[in-house]
């Protein structure tokens, strides 16, 4: 992106509204990554990966879903940005996010495993499955949200959505995994399925949306 490129601030302002609760749900990595190192407990352990891959990505899509949240959608309209690269902006933030949340899991993961062994060793045996399912939740529920909630909802009604969208979309990840387990499938079989379902979704996802907003009158 070239200098003063709107892209650019939009993108970046898509952050800057939000940075209040990327900070709440930074202290709960923080929280979780503690309790994990301090007790080597694999189900605090489970919800410090949950928190890390899909904290960041669900502030960014309720901050950027609500169709009058924050001052996203009157800074967003005034400027000089195709509708087309407005939505690949949507999906890049949630992207930009989950990333994000990855490398600031992956220093205090180093952490872990220099203290707890065992847990590193549990890890390595899983650790496609327990990134996989959290990776697919948040490309499913990013699928599931942009087409409609980021023209149908405000502010209050829109996290009430986006929490259904997360409900869903854990259900369906749920699911997968007993299906796996059902058909007995190859261990990085059923993770390759999480994530497989979660890009179709959030491919089919883009192409609506771009659809809905080449027609909307803002």
């Known amino acids: ?82 509708r087309k690269n407005l939505v690949a902006l949507f999906y890049l933030s949630v992207i930009l996010a989950t990333i994000a949340g990855l490398l600031i899991g992956a220093v205090i993961l180093g952490i872990i495993f220099v203290v707890h062994e065992d847990i590193m060793h549990n890890v390595i045996k899983a650790a496609f499955g327990q990134l996989a399912y959290p990776i697919g939740v948040v490309l499913l529920m990013t699928g599931l949200v942009f087409p409609i909630g980021s023209t149908k909802f405000g502010q209050t009604r829109g996290e009430a959505f986006f929490t259904v969208c997360l409900l869903i979309a854990a ?11 059902i058909l007995y499938l190859p261990p990085v079989v059923t993770p390759l399925l999480t994530v497989g379902v979660g890009v179709v979704a959030l491919a089919i996802s883009y192409h609506i949306t771009n659809g809905i907003y080449a027609k909307m009158d803002f």
């Open 1 to 82: 992106m070239v200098k003063n490129n709107p892209l650019k601030g939009l993108l970046m302002y898509s952050f800057y509204s939000s940075k209040g609760n990327l900070s709440i749900v930074l202290l709960i990595i923080l929280a979780f990554g503690a309790g994990a190192l301090i007790s080597g407990n694999n189900f605090v352990f489970d919800m410090f990966l949950f928190a890390t891959i899909g904290g960041f990505p669900y502030i960014i899509i309720i901050s950027m879903g609500g169709k009058d949240a924050s001052l996203w959608e009157k800074f967003r309209v005034s400027m000089p940005v195709k």
């Open 171 to 181: 259900g369906a990840m749920v699911f997968i995994s007993a299906l796996g387990n």
